[in-house]
C-alpha cells in the first residue's frame, strides 16, 4: 500500500527504470509490440479472439462480460 498518489508514480518509474536498465531489448521489443497494437494506457486489454479492446481498471466488468 502507497500512503499517496506520489508515491505510487516514483515506486512506479524505479520499477520502469529497472526494466528499462537490465532488460533493454525486452524493454524495447514490448514498447514497439505495445505501440503496434494500438496501447495508448494501463492496464489495456485486447482479446486475441474478437480484436475488442479494454482499457483502464473500471472497465474489467466490461471485460469480464465480453469473456462470459
Known sequence: PFDT???FILQFEKILGDMKSKNPETY???LEQAVEAGVFGVPFYIVRETGQRFWGQDRL???DR???
Open 66 to 68: 465480453h469473456l462470459a
Open 61 to 63: 466488468d466490461f471485460l
Open 5 to 7: 498518489k506520489f508515491e
Open 28 to 30: 524495447g521489443r514490448n
